[in-house]
């Protein structure tokens, strides 16, 4: 199973509310894939911060489609179930974990609270198809993927997600992952502070 945990990477996560939420806030949904998601725990950091700076009414509007290639075919249960070891949550503050979590019945194990678990939805998916699980996304997060794929690759997955996102739509990518050059006229950066880029229109017939 592939390593993480809740609020892996805090700081970039952070920004999502900082630097993307009050753009996206108006759409009637906001529906956000994780590409690459594991076992869970990023999506489910990204519905708790998103629920942290929402409403109750307005984080009804939010969608979150997990995705993963998931050799191991356990991934989609264990997001379904929502229960973690204490080990994978002990990193989130008292004060929200307490918030969010509820003791499972298995020892040391932590279970989410439903009104998080219903915002997010797993989808086993292969990013190599180039099919997006749907369109009109508001936000996508694909971390420690592309690192995976070869130069050609990486493109193309950055190309599709570009068609995938909805106009003012928004790509968060690893810290360490720079976009290739090919996507320069496809996104802009839209803080210094992470790998946070805005999706620019371009022309049908433009290629990279």
């Known amino acids: 199973m592939a390593f993480t945990y809740f609020f892996r990477d805090m700081q970039t996560l952070e920004l999502i509310h ?3 939420l009050p ?20 999506p489910y950091s990204i519905a708790i911060i998103l629920r942290e700076k929402m409403s109750r009414m307005l ?23 929502g229960v973690y070891p204490e080990g ?4 989130i503050p008292g004060e929200i974990r307490r918030k969010y979590f509820t003791k499972a019945d298995e ?3 932590y279970r989410l609270i439903d009104e998080i678990k ?10 190599l198809s180039l099919e ?25 997955v950055i190309r599709m997600f570009h068609s995938t996102l909805r106009q003012g739509g928004f790509l968060l990518t690893e810290q360490t992952q720079k976009l290739p050059p090919e ?4 996104f802009q950066q839209a803080t210094p502070e992470a790998q946070v880029f805005g999706k620019l229109e371009v022309c049908s017939e433009m290629r990279i």
């Open 88 to 91: 994978e949550i002990k990193r």
């Open 18 to 20: 900082k630097d993307v």
């Open 59 to 81: 984080f009804r509007n939010v969608r979150i489609y997990a995705t993963d290639i998931d050799t191991s075919d356990q991934f989609g249960q264990t997001i379904s179930d």
């Open 183 to 186: 996507a320069k006229e496809l």
């Open 118 to 127: 219903s915002r997010v939805s797993f989808v086993k998916h292969d990013l």
């Open 132 to 156: 997006p699980v749907r369109t009109g996304f508001s936000l996508i997060v694909c971390k420690n993927v592309l690192l995976h794929f070869n130069r050609q690759q990486r493109v193309d």
């Open 23 to 42: 753009v996206i806030r108006g759409h009637r949904y906001i529906d956000i894939w994780d590409a690459g998601c594991a076992h869970g725990p990023e």
């Open 107 to 109: 020892p040391n194990n």
